[in-house]
């Protein structure tokens, strides 16, 4: 079983993403209404304890990296009624990111 | 105790949208409205502080979470914050073999009569353990 505590992050900042659309059974962070969505890195907040196995009693490790993602919001809902230049920034694990093509 | 204000919303379906995962959903206009904590819900509160933090570390927060989301939908929506919490913090005592359920029933009996045998009011209904 792996038991690293910490672990390298595989984006950087101003990278683009995509959120994993997979389903899920059980404990997850990852709202729904971001699955399958693309934003962009802005922030690299550390590496953490997998809170998908925390919630089952399990330690935890290996530790995955979460990172703050922005997300434009008139790409998230298709009647957003706000300003074009609006965004929403989310924390999400590195386990539900993708490369997005430019 | 404060009612929910909101409606119950069907939000099945293949997306593998759980229970609490309501962002985008219409639920009707938010109550902005201010109100203050009953005594048992700031009880509530301190309690899973003290139980999540270092010192005790009875379980995780992110059990809690899945204990909460694991609520069947019409019961989830149709409870406080707090009753949530409470229901939690329960089950996951018993989960990690602090208490048994036998003794959870036991003192709910003792406080239950207690309160009965000096007059106050006693609520009936039971949370289920599932």
Same mark, same amino acid.
């Given at each position: 079983?792996?038991?690293?505590?910490?672990t390298r992050a595989?984006?950087?900042? !101003?990278?683009? =993403?995509?959120?994993?659309?997979r389903p899920v059974q059980g404990h997850c962070r990852t709202p729904l209404y971001l699955r399958g969505?693309? !934003?962009?890195?802005?922030? =690299?907040?550390?590496?953490?304890?997998?809170p998908e196995r925390l919630a089952y009693r399990s330690p935890g490790y290996p530790a995955t990296v979460l990172y703050k993602v922005r997300f434009q919001q008139t790409s998230l809902w298709p009647a957003y009624p706000g300003s074009a230049t609006d965004t929403l920034d989310a924390d999400i694990f590195e386990h539900w990111l993708f490369a997005a093509k430019k | 105790m404060r009612e929910p204000?909101?409606?119950?919303?069907? &939000? #099945? #379906?293949? #997306? #593998?949208?759980?229970?609490?995962?309501v962002g985008g959903l219409d639920f009707g206009p938010i109550d902005r409205e201010e109100h203050d904590l009953a005594l048992w819900e700031k009880r509530v509160d301190a309690m899973l502080v003290l139980l999540v933090g270092p010192k005790?570390?009875?379980?995780?927060?992110?059990m809690h979470r899945r204990m909460i989301e694991d609520y069947g939908q019409q019961? $989830?929506? &149709?409870?406080? $914050?707090y009753e949530k919490w409470a229901r939690s913090i329960r089950n996951l005592l018993v989960e990690q073999d602090i208490l048994? &359920?036998?003794?959870?029933?036991?003192m709910m009996a003792d406080v239950t009569a207690t309160h009965r045998n000096a007059g106050r009011e006693v609520a009936t209904d039971t949370i289920a353990w599932l």
């Open positions: 079983m792996p038991t690293a505590t910490t595989n984006f950087r900042i !101003g990278e683009k =993403v995509r959120v994993d659309a969505k693309t !934003g962009v890195i802005v922030d =690299v907040l550390g590496s953490y304890k997998n | 204000t909101r409606k119950t919303e069907l &939000r #099945g #379906g293949a #997306g #593998g949208r759980a229970v609490h995962d005790k570390d009875a379980f995780k927060l992110d019961t $989830y929506d &149709r409870t406080t $914050y048994t &359920r036998d003794e959870v029933e036991a």
